[in-house]
Every structure is written in structure tokens, then in C-alpha cells.
């Protein structure tokens, strides 16, 4: 029962991550295709969800840090 929640708490801890990496990589196609058809609009949402992604990646990898400073077992 105890490699269950081991495997339930790695989920948990990197949601924000693959969340982030996901937004990123939309945003990059996004603004891919929107400089391919010459839609300006689209480019800059683009652009800026990729920002958004980064930063979400960012907020994850601060979170996963501090669960392994404040968990002795994890190293």
C-alpha cells in the first residue's frame, strides 16, 4: 500500500510540470501556424501561451524542489 501512494504522490508532484511542457508545446504550434497563414493574432496568443507554459513549468519545478527539501526519504 505504501508504493501506491509513493506513486500517487510522483503524479501529484508533477502535474504543474507536464501541465506547463504541455501549454508550452500548444504555443509553439499556435504560433507556428499563425505565422503560416498570416494571422498576427494568433502568433501573439501563441507567443504568449507559450510564456504562460514556461512559467506554469517554472511554478512546478519550485513546488517538486520544495516537497524534496521538506521529505527526508526522497534522497
Given at each position: 500500500m505504501s508504493i501506491d501512494l509513493h506513486v500517487q504522490e510522483e503524479v501529484n508532484m508533477d502535474h504543474d510540470r507536464i501541465e506547463g511542457s504541455s501549454k508550452t508545446l500548444m504555443g509553439r504550434l499556435k504560433s507556428?501556424?499563425?505565422?503560416?497563414?498570416?494571422?498576427?493574432?494568433?502568433?501573439?496568443?501563441?507567443?504568449?501561451?507559450?510564456?504562460?507554459?514556461?512559467?506554469?513549468?517554472?511554478?512546478?519545478?519550485?513546488k517538486d524542489s520544495l516537497r524534496e527539501a521538506g521529505d527526508p526519504n526522497r534522497r
Open positions: 507556428f501556424f499563425g505565422g503560416m497563414i498570416g494571422d498576427s493574432k494568433m502568433q501573439a496568443e501563441g507567443k504568449m501561451d507559450q510564456a504562460e507554459g514556461k512559467i506554469q513549468n517554472a511554478v512546478g519545478g519550485v
